[in-house]
């Protein structure tokens, strides 16, 4: 049997007592942290807390070498840990897809995710969110050419011609770090100074970080100000919503501290 378990949004608590159960009558169990990680915790408290040895694995032990611990779960019980929920991840899908490829019978345990909390959170309803997308870290080319993705931006022009909010999630890279929703703004406001569509323009705009946590940080405000917002340690996530009903501008005003004015002239 392969376990896939959802590990929640924040630290070790998080999880469910069908997860820890889980664990507990486990042979072997496993996590990854390349697609997201529990900044409330880390690997001591884990296996404290589940009374477990946990082996970490790695983006290459998981994307290219996963055949090799999933054999594991022929003749063994093996859980497979991940932040937030276990299936939001498509790599996540695939490793289920290759498990039963090799007979091996799967489970799923659910988790707390970052997809729903920003809903819980924020007060914007989670049946108007279209196409998420992410913001990777600008590169440098070789020949010294600094390069933003504009399909962020596409993404949400395209959402909100459909009247959808977009969620933003932020890149995180080993060498560069956590991205903030203050850089994630920054680029998304430098590609719309390029191509000048009214996508970014007075746009409000919506910060969360450290969902999960005991005192997770809310705010919105217009692209342009909410930039300069210090929304703390990460990890960050942003939502740029489109046009809003009354009851999810009254919570944005109430919960997350946006301008009065945001209520004039609602649906």
């Not at 959808?164 to 560069?176: M, N």
Request: glycine share 8%; hydrophobic share 40%; proline share 3%.
């Amino acid at each position: 049997m392969l376990d896939f378990v959802g590990l929640g949004l924040f630290d070790e608590k998080d999880i469910s007592l069908k997860g820890l159960e889980k664990i507990h009558n486990a042979d072997k169990v496993y996590v990854e942290f390349y697609t997201s990680i529990l900044m409330g915790t880390d690997l001591e408290k884990m296996e404290e807390l589940y009374q477990k040895k946990i082996t970490v694995l790695s983006r290459e032990d998981v994307e290219q070498h996963a055949e090799e611990w999933i054999a594991d779960a022929k003749d063994m019980n093996v859980v497979f840990l991940t932040g937030g929920d276990t299936m939001v991840s498509t790599t996540h899908v695939d490793l289920r897809l290759r498990a039963l490829d090799m007979g091996i019978e799967t489970f799923l345990v659910h988790g707390a995710s970052i997809a729903s909390a920003i809903c819980g959170l924020s007060g914007l309803q989670n049946y108007r969110f279209g196409k998420a997308a992410t913001v990777p870290h600008p590169y440098v080319t070789s020949r010294g050419s600094r390069v933003i993705s504009e399909t962020p931006y596409d993404t949400i022009k395209m959402n909100m011609e459909n009247g959808l909010h977009t969620a933003v999630f932020l890149d995180i890279d080993k060498d560069k770090g956590y991205m903030t929703v203050n850089e994630a703004l920054e680029i998304l406001l430098e590609v719309e100074e390029k191509r000048g569509e009214g996508v970014m323009a007075d746009r409000i705009s919506v910060g969360i970080a450290r969902a999960g946590s005991p005192s997770p940080v809310v705010k919105a405000d217009y692209a342009q100000a909410l930039k300069s917002f210090d929304f703390g340690e990460p990890l960050h996530i942003l939502i740029i919503p489109a046009s809003l009903h009354f009851v999810e501008a009254e919570a944005l005003v109430k919960l997350a501290g946006a301008p009065d004015e945001i209520l004039e002239d609602m649906d």
